[in-house]
């Protein structure tokens, strides 16, 4: 599997650095972890739902939802 940085991440989803290494701290982006000060980000992983809009919150409960 190919890993890259919350920077590269960050540039692909339109989001900051900081952003993507905090969701990876939260462990919202499923196999990341954590090489020494540097997180290590599947190439294929997809950007976590923002759970602060209406929308997005249904969007979540329905993946939930699915799953159980």
Do not use: F, H, S
């Not at 890993?3 to 290494?21: I, S």
């Not at 997809?46 to 799953?67: C, F, L, S, V, Y």
């Amino acid at each position: 599997m190919d890993y890259v940085t919350p920077k590269d991440k960050a540039n692909e989803w339109g989001l900051t650095q900081r952003r993507v290494e905090v969701l990876c701290d939260k462990g919202r982006i499923p196999g990341a972890y954590r090489l020494g000060r540097v997180w290590a980000i599947p190439k294929d992983a997809e950007k976590p739902i923002d759970g602060r809009t209406k929308a997005a919150k249904e969007k979540q409960e329905a993946i939930e939802d699915g799953r159980n």
